[in-house]
């Protein structure tokens, strides 16, 4: 978050790309080289790569629509 963060006018809270796990620790991307985790005794296998999420285009804040833009940025 604060790579992307950095590259933006205005932050983007992490809340906004609705996340399901969040991971502190390691390096910048380090978990999209990841194929498998565990937590606890749970252990978690990637099936293939992750798309990203086009829910990012949308505020939680009123349902408007980013700017075409931030968009394209975090689809690199």
């Known amino acids: 978050?604060?790579?992307?963060?950095s590259?933006?006018?205005v932050a983007i809270p992490?809340?906004?790309?609705?996340?399901n796990f969040?991971?502190?620790g390691g390096?910048?991307?380090e978990e999209e080289t990841w194929s498998e985790f565990t937590r606890g005794?749970?252990?978690f296998y990637g099936v293939k790569p992750c798309g990203r999420c086009v829910m990012v285009g949308m505020s939680r804040?009123?349902?408007?629509c980013r700017k075409r833009a931030f968009i394209d940025f975090v689809q690199i």
């Open 7 to 9: 590259s933006l006018n």
């Open 41 to 43: 005794n749970l252990a």
């Open 1 to 5: 978050m604060d790579d992307l963060n």
């Open 22 to 24: 969040i991971f502190t």
């Open 14 to 19: 992490m809340k906004e790309f609705r996340p």
């Open 27 to 29: 390096e910048v991307y």
């Open 61 to 64: 804040k009123g349902n408007c």
